[in-house]
């Protein structure tokens, strides 16, 4: 993807975060992810592009704007995109950290088309990839990630989705005496930041969103890191759509080149405070935001401070 066209997909996360930000903690998290829509798709429709959102809102019927298939831009280079206009409403509505404006794209073909139904994700750093997977057991991939971070167990960091469906993995961790980070909401800050160098986060696990999964995978891709990721529709409507999709095997484990391709860019940009990135900063002259930008084929890893003038 041209750089030029992937550095322009900031100027769109740039205007969801601004926009759901003032509707930060006033409790109304339907109008803080429309506000967040809106400005995104009003954006993407500015690109010179011929986008398709193949990870969006919903389907068509459930979701006005940036529904799956929906098409922005106004001509030019064909892209799929991928979109979560508002990661983590619910701490964006309450006022609490980790919220952010996430947008990942690819040339044709290169992003999973997932239903909305969940996965179980596991992402780790460049140090650890090929180390890890699923098809072994837990307590193995956490040994294993302990030996290549050279860290005694009981400072191994692992990030988890408090959930019932994840109750497992967090009594397993515990018997193994690691160190947990439990989180509301946002696997894809975590995943990001399981990805990240010292970051404090040596790996995240668990049962996520499955399209979060597909726009974590742009972003740990473009730091070296890995994830893995298998299906679990917890719906027999989410099956459906699954075998629609070409996903037949809910035991296959998807590799982050399935997941997303070699080409794929991952733009960010934080509302609320969070592990990867501060949230969006008004002072009496100006609106400052902060942005992460990745690029999967250079490795290239931006982070950057805009002020945008009233």
């Not at 979701?63 to 831009?73: R, T, Y």
């Not at 950290?97 to 780790?124: F, I």
């Not at 934080?270 to 250079?298: C, E, Q, W, Y």
Request: glycine share 10%.
């Amino acid at each position: 993807m041209d750089r030029n066209l992937a550095l322009e997909f900031v100027r769109v996360t740039e205007a969801a975060a601004m926009a759901a930000s003032k509707w930060l903690g006033r409790g109304d998290k339907n109008a803080a992810d429309q506000a967040a829509v809106t400005a995104m798709r009003d954006r993407l429709n500015a690109l010179d592009i011929s986008g398709t959102i193949v990870i969006g809102e919903g389907d068509k019927d459930d979701a006005p704007m940036l529904f799956i298939g929906e098409k922005v831009g106004r001509g030019g280079v064909e892209v799929d995109i991928a979109v979560d206009p508002l990661e983590c409403t619910t701490n964006c509505a309450n006022g609490r950290p980790d919220s952010m404006a996430v947008l990942a794209a690819g040339s044709r073909g290169s992003l999973l088309h997932a239903p909305g139904t969940y996965m179980d994700q596991m992402s780790v750093d460049a140090r650890v990839k090929g180390k890890v997977s699923f098809a072994k057991p837990f307590e193995e991939n956490v040994k294993a990630l302990a030996k290549a971070l050279g860290k005694e167990m009981g400072d191994v960091v692992i990030a988890i989705l408090d959930r019932d469906r994840n109750k497992d993995y967090v009594e397993r961790a515990r018997k193994l005496g690691c160190r947990i980070r439990l989180f509301e909401h946002g696997t894809i800050g975590m995943a990001i930041a399981s990805a990240l160098l010292d970051s404090g986060i040596d790996m995240m696990i668990g049962s996520g969103g499955a399209p979060e999964a597909v726009i974590s995978a742009a972003g740990v891709r473009s730091l070296g890191g890995d994830i893995q990721a298998i299906l679990k529709p917890h719906k027999e409507e989410y099956a459906q759509q699954a075998r629609k999709m070409g996903i037949t095997d809910f035991s296959h484990i998807f590799t982050i080149d399935e997941l997303a391709k070699e080409g794929t860019v991952f733009v960010a940009t934080g509302i609320s405070d969070g592990p990867a990135l501060r949230g969006v900063v008004v002072t009496p002259h100006n609106i400052i935001t902060h942005s992460i930008f990745m690029r999967s084929k250079s490795g290239t890893v931006r982070f950057m401070e805009t002020h945008h003038k009233y």
